[in-house]
């Protein structure tokens, strides 16, 4: 067995205090969240149930959890489809030298050197503009159905879901273009010898090796959408998404049902990572399988 070097030893220290200030908060969550009914926020730890669950799904005061749930899976799918679709195009796009090209790849990456914050102020007020001038034009059209029934622009898959697209879609197009960099375009060029179209060249040939990385995004866009609080307060208007909600809940909640809550949704992060990584492992082995063959 080969000795240690000197240094080993203080580096495992500090990598060990490392890993328990950023995992040990999260399973100190996951302990207090299955205590029994007289259970608190704090040790020691009375009992083991899984009654703070039970009290979560019938609902935590007037706050629908349910429903800011799904709000929040539907909105992270819709975020993940798109960074995925449009960080692919980007990357395909890129591979060539295009006019103009610099500009917008400083100006779509910007907004992860803003304050979040900012972007959210800066999107809602876009909205509440929009909302102005469509209000005028109904006005002027004499419109007055139309007018009294329309709300506002800003919800879940409009202003709520841009703002979470400009936290995602840097991600995924700095992970493509990376990716495209090191990819061998000598690939293509064979299928096109052997006859295949544009399509049949992406589909057969490049998506299957970029698969891995596509499916790497979607975990991304999805878990960034996922728990955005910043991006997400200022510009999704009169509903709210899980995130929020439990923001709003930890100043109001008392109970073990908050931790509750926060296991669920950390278990959901969770599963979406590992799917994501069988995913990616089914690829690789499809992969040298067809290497193989």
Same mark, same amino acid.
């Given at each position: 067995? =080969?000795?240690?070097?000197?240094?080993?030893?203080?580096?495992?220290?500090?990598?060990?205090?490392?890993?328990?200030?950023?995992?040990?908060?999260?399973?100190?969550?996951?302990?207090?969240?299955? /205590?029994?009914?007289?259970?608190?926020?704090?040790?020691?730890?009375?009992?083991?149930?899984?009654?703070?669950?039970? /009290?979560?799904?019938?609902?935590?005061?007037?706050?629908?959890?349910?429903?800011?749930? &799904?709000?929040?899976?539907? +909105?992270?799918?819709?975020?993940?489809? +798109?960074?995925?679709?449009?960080?692919?195009?980007?990357?395909?796009?890129?591979?060539?030298?295009?006019?103009?090209?610099?500009?917008?790849?400083?100006?779509?990456?910007?907004?992860?050197?803003? *304050?979040?914050?900012?972007?959210? &102020?800066?999107?809602?007020?876009?909205? =509440?503009?929009?909302?102005?001038?469509?209000?005028?034009?109904?006005?002027?059209?004499? !419109?007055?159905?139309?007018?009294?029934?329309?709300?506002? !622009?800003?919800? &879940?898959?409009?202003?709520?879901?841009?703002?979470?697209?400009?936290?995602?879609?840097? @991600?995924?197009?700095?992970?493509?273009? !990376?990716?495209?960099?090191?990819?061998?375009?000598?690939?293509?060029?064979?299928?096109?010898?052997?006859?295949?179209? =544009?399509? /049949?060249?992406?589909?057969?040939?490049?998506? *299957?090796?970029?698969?891995?990385?596509?499916?790497?995004?979607?975990?991304?866009? @999805?878990?960034?959408?996922?728990?955005?609080?910043?991006?997400?307060?200022?510009?999704?208007?009169?509903?709210?998404?899980?995130?929020?909600?439990? /923001?709003? &809940?930890?100043?109001?909640?008392?109970?073990?049902?908050?931790?509750?809550?926060?296991?669920?949704?950390?278990?959901?992060?969770?599963?979406?990572?590992?799917?994501?990584?069988?995913?990616?492992?089914?690829?690789?082995?499809?992969?040298?399988?067809?290497?193989?063959?």
């Amino acid at each position: 067995m =080969r000795e240690r070097s000197p240094g080993f030893w203080p580096l495992a220290f500090v990598f060990a205090l490392f890993v328990l200030f950023m995992y040990g908060p999260m399973f100190v969550i996951f302990v207090l969240s299955f /205590q029994g009914p007289d259970g608190g926020l704090t040790f020691p730890l009375r009992g083991f149930s899984l009654h703070w669950f039970r /009290q979560l799904a019938e609902g935590l005061g007037t706050v629908d959890i349910g429903s800011a749930f &799904l709000r929040s899976l539907g +909105l992270g799918a819709v975020v993940m489809l +798109l960074t995925v679709v449009l960080s692919v195009l980007a990357g395909l796009a890129f591979r060539k030298r295009l006019r103009g090209g610099d500009a917008l790849f400083y100006v779509t990456v910007a907004s992860l050197i803003m *304050p979040s914050i900012i972007v959210s &102020l800066g999107i809602g007020l876009q909205f =509440r503009l929009l909302d102005g001038g469509i209000k005028s034009a109904l006005e002027t059209l004499g !419109a007055t159905t139309t007018l009294e029934g329309y709300g506002t !622009a800003l919800g &879940l898959f409009t202003s709520a879901l841009g703002a979470h697209l400009t936290w995602t879609l840097p @991600f995924g197009l700095l992970i493509m273009f !990376a990716v495209f960099n090191r990819f061998n375009p000598a690939y293509e060029e064979a299928a096109r010898d052997l006859g295949a179209t =544009r399509w /049949q060249s992406f589909r057969h040939v490049v998506l *299957p090796l970029i698969g891995p990385s596509v499916i790497g995004i979607g975990m991304f866009g @999805f878990t960034l959408s996922w728990d955005e609080i910043a991006r997400t307060s200022q510009a999704i208007g009169d509903v709210n998404t899980l995130p929020l909600e439990l /923001q709003g &809940l930890t100043s109001t909640v008392t109970t073990p049902a908050i931790y509750a809550l926060g296991t669920v949704t950390t278990v959901v992060s969770f599963l979406v990572m590992g799917v994501t990584v069988g995913l990616a492992v089914l690829l690789g082995r499809r992969q040298g399988k067809g290497r193989k063959a």
